[in-house]
């Protein structure tokens, strides 16, 4: 890369990241990175400053979203075009943030569509007459501050249903209602004083993820993953000294499977043997279409490193801003104090009312409706990709609430994702899921299909792959 100087302060507060798009960003804006120049792979840049590819990842995916930069996949990282050099940046306040994991925010959800559960099957109804009457409730209520780290009611129930469905044995006290995953994965970052350290993370995983722990100041290492989740042999070789594992045991992200009982049992002795955490990303729960689903990494862990996070986005609705994080009993007063000073819980109606519909067994009922109905059309997406997709397109996995489909490396996931957008499809592009040698895919969430069109939206999302 010609022109931009990277000298790193590494004993300075801002973090490697920020520097690294700081001086991009400058070479971009006064012209010395021109229009069109590639960018080095995040490898190469990362060797020649001595940081970790993440590092170097995050400050390629801000450039990106800040539009100075344009991911092309197995092409490389560009530099944006632009009329001239200047110094306004290329830059709008209405850009919307992560555009390689959020096609819109506040849109009707399009077909293929990742996180967000199906509009037509939600008991719409009861959850309105359950919301008012909650709404209601604390309008006539005295008025006072609410508990910050969430309605009592709703931490009791978030605590009696881990207990039933995923094995967990915990308090009230040790649960905490945040606005979703990434304010439980900020409180667990912050509340663990882990700022500076490196965190193992799986390859592929969730960019969000990946992204936070980076702006959080956390060096992130790569850990491949195969048939029985988290390779922990492989782990110590991407970095040794890590002070904190982050895994999807449950239904690994994006790829399906299951964490083995041996790397279960691994992991913990790892974490007590090091004084390390885990923080398990329980991010589909119970929704396991096939089978039962196998017990939280927490039930198992009797050393009090494992921090717990699940939501109610993939069940009920992303709208809500609703999670939870569970901690090691000794943690509590420590978290509790956190929330109360940086991130309190979401307003009262909503736990109130999600309170309600734990303890009135309707959550569990729809649950139960929902992994039938889910299991039925990824079966029927699974059938029309075998009729219509043949040398286009390769099912990798059937994973969770998605169908992972692989594309010959000639193939730009990032660009067929886009072009896809206009014949309302949304399928996530698999390349910005992994930190080292990227595959091309596509991952096809289940959950908002129309069976009636759905031969012919696969035939399309097949002519543009070809």
Not at 250 to 259: E, F, H, I, K, W
Not at 408 to 431: H, T, W
Request: glycine content about 8%; hydrophobic content about 45%; some cysteine.
């Amino acid at each position: 890369m010609a022109g931009p100087r990277i000298d790193l302060d590494r004993a300075g507060k801002t973090p490697l990241a920020v520097q690294i798009y700081g001086a991009i960003r400058s070479a971009i804006e006064t012209g010395r990175l021109a229009s069109g120049a590639r960018l080095p792979s995040w490898r190469d840049l990362a060797a020649q400053l001595g940081v970790s590819r993440g590092t170097v990842r995050v400050a390629y995916e801000r450039l990106i979203n800040e539009q100075f930069a344009i991911g092309m996949g197995s092409a490389g990282t560009r530099v944006a075009e632009c009329p001239s050099p200047s110094p306004t940046p290329a830059w709008s306040p209405e850009a919307s943030p992560m555009p390689e994991l959020f096609y819109g925010f506040g849109n009707t959800p399009l077909t293929f569509q990742m996180g967000v559960p199906a509009q037509d099957a939600f008991p719409s109804k009861l959850w309105s007459r359950i919301l008012a009457r909650e709404a209601r409730r604390a309008a006539t209520a005295p008025v006072a501050y609410p508990d910050p780290r969430g309605e009592p009611d709703l931490r009791k129930e978030i605590a009696a249903y881990l207990a039933i469905a995923r094995g967990i044995r915990c308090t009230p006290s040790q649960v905490l209602v945040t606005t979703g995953f990434s304010s439980a994965l900020g409180l667990a970052v912050r509340g663990l004083e882990l700022e500076g350290k490196t965190a193992w993370m799986e390859d592929p995983g969730f960019p969000l993820t990946r992204t936070a722990l980076g702006l959080a100041g956390m060096a992130v290492a790569a850990v491949p993953v195969d048939a029985e989740g988290l390779d922990i042999a492989a782990a110590p070789r991407s970095a040794a000294g890590a002070a904190l594992a982050v895994v999807t045991p449950g239904q690994q992200a994006p790829l399906g499977m299951t964490m083995s009982l041996p790397r279960r049992v691994a992991l913990l002795a790892w974490a007590r043997r090091n004084g390390a955490w885990i923080i398990e990303d329980d991010y589909l729960s119970e929704l396991q279409l096939k089978g039962r689903a196998a017990p939280a990494l927490a039930s198992l862990d009797h050393g009090g490193r494992v921090l717990h996070i699940g939501s109610f986005s993939k069940t009920i609705s992303p709208a809500l801003r609703l999670g939870f994080l569970v901690m090691p009993p000794e943690l509590a007063r420590r978290f509790g104090e956190l929330a109360a000073c940086l991130a309190p819980a979401p307003a009262a109606p909503v736990q109130c009312a999600a309170a309600a519909f734990l303890r009135e067994g309707h959550y569990l009922r729809h649950l139960r409706r929902m992994k039938r109905l889910y299991a039925s059309r990824r079966e029927s997406l699974l059938r029309c990709l075998g009729e219509v997709a043949s040398g286009s397109m390769t099912v990798k996995a059937s994973a969770g609430l998605a169908v992972v489909v692989v594309m010959p490396k000639v193939a730009s996931d990032m660009d067929i994702a886009a072009r896809a957008l206009p014949f309302g499809l949304a399928p996530s592009p698999l390349s910005p899921w992994y930190m080292e040698s990227p595959q091309q895919g596509l991952a096809l969430c289940v959950t908002n299909l129309d069976e009636r069109r759905l031969s012919a939206d696969c035939r399309k999302l097949a002519e543009l792959a070809r």
